[in-house]
């Protein structure tokens, strides 16, 4: 079945630094693959998406491209900040009726 | 900017007890995915509906959980009897059509603590 593998956490980091969050997956056909962040007591939001090989999704200085030829999809800024920390998801739906599989997330904390 | 109503955002119950959860998606989106998080896991599946018939109940555990979309609008998940292992964030999410590569939106969630 479709599955997804993310790098453990926590991933500690200072202001300004560069990150990178891996993210693999596995799964049949073609899937479309996003990122979702959740911040300390709240449900998640999409932070940016891919949905064919090649492309780049990116958001907020957050950026990430789908890689098919490494099943790969990982997570980069260049220059975090403290308002940043919170949990990571890498996510993979289908092209059907588009059930979302999650990896276990990656907790990021950026200190000043 | 219209958003997942979830509620209530807390509860607290003994176990064997009923528990009820609600979820109200953003408007017109006929596409409703309620799923569990369990601390430090990713989001699971649960159920999805496509307006008011579920399309997807593979992971719901049916002897103590129930679904229903009866209008295909707001949405009620129930769990009964609740048990300690179900203690978990439950989160509903939406989106319009539910094919292609749409972003499911998401509630706030609903964070269960059974003792």
């Known amino acids: 079945g479709n599955s997804v593998t993310q790098m453990e956490g926590p991933v500690t980091l200072s202001e300004e630094a560069f990150l990178t969050i891996n993210c693999t997956y596995t799964?049949?056909?073609?899937?479309?693959l996003f990122w979702y962040v959740q911040y300390p007591g709240e449900g998640l939001q999409l932070l940016l998406k891919?949905?064919?090989?090649?492309d780049k999704g990116s958001n907020k200085g957050f950026e990430a491209t789908y890689r098919k030829e490494t099943t790969s999809f990982h997570l980069e800024k260049g220059s975090v900040q403290v308002s940043d920390s919170a949990v990571y998801f890498c996510?993979?739906?289908?092209?059907?009726?588009?059930?979302?599989?999650f990896g276990t997330g990656t907790r990021l904390l950026v200190s000043p | 900017e219209a958003e997942v109503a979830q509620s209530p955002r807390y509860k607290i119950t003994e176990k064997s007890q009923a528990v009820a959860f609600w979820c109200d998606p953003i408007?017109?989106?006929?596409?409703l995915y309620w799923y569990r998080q369990i601390l430090g896991q990713g989001p699971e599946l649960l159920v999805q509906?496509?307006?008011?018939?579920?399309?997807?109940d593979s992971q719901l555990p049916k002897d103590r959980f129930s679904a229903e979309r009866l209008k295909g609008v707001d949405s009620t998940l129930k769990i009964q009897p609740a048990e300690l292992g179900d203690s978990a964030m439950y989160l509903c999410?939406?989106?319009?059509?539910?094919?292609?590569?749409?972003?499911?939106?998401f509630g706030p969630g609903t964070r269960l603590l059974v003792l």
């Open positions: 999410a939406s989106t319009l059509t539910g094919t292609g590569q749409e972003t499911q939106y």
């Open positions: 799964a049949t056909g073609y899937p479309s």
């Open positions: 891919a949905t064919k090989a090649d």
């Open positions: 996510a993979l739906s289908d092209r059907g009726f588009q059930k979302l599989v």
């Open positions: 408007s017109g989106h006929a596409t």
């Open positions: 509906f496509q307006d008011e018939s579920v399309v997807d």
